[in-house]
Each structure stands twice: as C-alpha cells, then as structure tokens.
C-alpha cells in the first residue's frame, strides 16, 4: 500500500481533486488477487473511510490488459483454499461499509473477483476495450458474492452470466446495465475524474443520503423503504448546507458546502 503512484507497490492510494483513485498495481499478472493485493485493497478502502479530504473513491487497475483477472489461481492451489473467509476481499456492502461514493474504472477485463469488485461499486464507467464475466465456473470455484446481480441486471441476464461463464463486452454490459458509461480506453482516467468531481462538488450530506435512498426497495417493503427515506433525508433538510443551497441560488454565487 502507498499514498502515490509508487511503481513497487501492489496497491496504490492518491487524492486529485477530492478524488482517491486506488489502483491495483500488478499488471504482470493480470492485477490478480494475491494475499499482498487483498490486504492492500482492505487498507485503501479504511483509508478512504478515514480520509476526510476524500470524498470518492476509484477503483482501478494498472495496465490497459486487466482491471482484474480474479483471484491468483497459482496461490488458491498452493494454498488448497477450500471457501474463502467473510473478509478474504473487501465486499462492500457486505463486509465494510462505505458511506461515500465509489466508482469502479474498468480498464481491461473484470473477472471473477474482478467482477466482484466491479458490482460492489456505486457506478462503473468501462473503457470500451473492458470485458466482464463471473467465470467460476469453468474453474469450479464458487460465487455466492454475485448474490445481488439479479437487482444490478434481468434475472436472465444474471442467469446466463454466472450458467455460461462467458465475457460481456463493455457494450453488453453497458446495454444490460452493468454499465454506466463506455468511453475510448485513452479517456477512462479523465472521463472517470470528470464524473468523481461532479459528485465530489455537490452537497455531501445529500450524497450520502442518496446513495443510502438507492438500495431501499431492494432490502425493505415499499412503505418501510419510505419511512426509511424519510428518515435519512430528514437530517439533511435540517443542515446548514439545506440553506446554504437556496442561498447561494439566490445571491447567483457557488455554494460553499461545510457538510453540516
């Protein structure tokens, strides 16, 4: 783990703009998962949890070959890994909670793990060379991580990735609505910084707070999704920055967000 773009380590962390960008740097293996990787990814994520300077996050991988390739097979046979422990790789949602915005930059191929971590970001933008596919099962090994997919995709469209195995281009992905955007592969670090600083320029609380709305439905009846709404807007419409907004609207000058 490291704080810039360190060439030596296997995860990276920096700050641009209100931006983290955290980078899987292995390139010559695909930035597959080794135990190196995953403690890396566990500690840029705390770090972006703590990081009061950064208001979203990235997640990337180094080359224009492989976000990620999934887990290092050469280490699961050495290792005769059987299942993997709760916290073998951050999922988040499931394992740490990530308040703030997260988006996944997918520069190369996103298998397996690499998938994984794709879906547990909020938003994923793909260079149009970018592939997906939860391919456990032409290696046998499992995916119980892909479990939210169906309300990501139609149900038969999740059926066919994780029965097949088989790669989604960006396009597809894009269609079925794995995708955000697709953008040339040359344009995926500035496309995704563009996006991240849109975010990272609006009024925190009420990012937050819609990032919290969005899973609603999924995980609650439709009238307890709404008393639950009601209950994470309401400190937001109580904010200073509530006021702050319409203010700045009327005096026709930027808002000047305190997140309070």
């Not at 403690?39 to 300077?53: H, I, K, S, T």
């Not at 890994?81 to 308040?99: D, H, S």
């Not at 793909?126 to 479990?147: Q, Y």
């Not at 149900?155 to 195995?165: H, Y």
């Amino acid at each position: 783990m490291d704080g810039s773009s360190s060439e030596s380590a296997v995860v990276t962390y920096r700050v641009t703009n209100a931006v983290a960008w955290l980078t899987i740097n292995r390139p010559a293996a695909r930035n597959a998962l080794n135990k190196a990787v995953r403690d890396g990814l566990w500690e840029g994520v705390r770090r972006f949890n703590d990081d009061a300077e950064a208001k979203v996050l990235v997640l990337t991988g180094t080359g224009d070959k492989a976000f990620c390739a999934g887990g290092d097979l050469k280490e699961m046979a050495d290792s005769a890994l059987t299942v993997p422990p709760l916290k073998f790789l951050p999922q988040f949602g499931r394992n740490i909670e990530i308040a703030k915005p997260t988006i996944a930059a997918v520069n190369g191929v996103a298998f397996a793990g690499g998938f994984l971590l794709a879906q547990n970001c909020d938003l994923v933008v793909a260079a149009d060379t970018a592939k997906f596919a939860v391919s456990e099962v032409k290696v046998g090994r499992g995916s119980p991580w892909a479990a939210p997919l169906s309300w990501l995709v139609p149900p038969r469209v999740a059926m066919e990735i994780l029965l097949t195995g088989d790669p989604l281009s960006a396009q597809r992905a894009y269609e079925v609505g794995l995708v955000n955007k697709v953008v040339p592969a040359a344009d995926l670090v500035t496309e995704t910084q563009a996006l991240a600083e849109r975010i990272a320029a609006n009024a925190p609380l009420s990012v937050l707070a819609g990032k919290a709305t969005v899973r609603l439905c999924a995980e609650h009846s439709m009238a307890e999704a709404f008393t639950e709404a009601d209950r994470i807007w309401e400190p937001v419409y109580l904010s200073n920055d509530a006021q702050e907004g319409p203010a700045a609207f009327r005096d026709k000058r930027a808002p000047a967000w305190t997140g309070t």
